[in-house]
């Protein structure tokens, strides 16, 4: 019963930006590492990016230099800047605490999650 909400999604033209929230009010996540992934009918899930508990933040190539995650552990949120986003961006975002936390190092290794939400859908228009 206990799960991320996800916030921030929308529509925007190619080249735009958004800002993706991660939050829940019934645990602390700021013992943990926090991801977030992508999923669309067309392409398994994968996640983008992971911030340690520390802060210490990795990425996947194919959105290095264009999203950002952070946390603000008082507001118990987790964030994703997209910046200069493509058509090939349009996904469900979700975030989760990687069930392997040491994998937060490696976003493309990380296969599997706890607490997941519903996402936050991104379109990306041409």
């Known amino acids: 019963q206990l799960r991320l909400v996800e916030s921030g999604g929308g529509l925007v033209q190619s080249g735009g930006s958004l800002r993706l929230s991660c939050s829940t009010s019934?645990?602390?996540?700021?013992?943990?590492?926090v991801g977030w992934f992508r999923q669309s009918p067309w392409k398994e899930r994968e996640a983008v990016a992971c911030i340690t508990n520390e802060g210490r933040t990795s990425y996947i190539e194919a959105v290095k230099n264009r999203f950002t995650i952070s946390r603000d552990d008082a507001k118990n949120t987790v964030y994703l800047q997209m910046n200069s986003l493509e058509p090939e961006d349009t996904a469900r975002y979700l975030c989760a605490l990687p069930k392997d936390q040491a994998m937060c190092h490696y976003p493309d290794k990380i296969r599997s999650g706890h607490y997941w939400g519903q996402g936050t859908q991104v379109t990306v228009s041409s």
């Open positions: 019934q645990f602390s996540i700021d013992v943990y590492a």
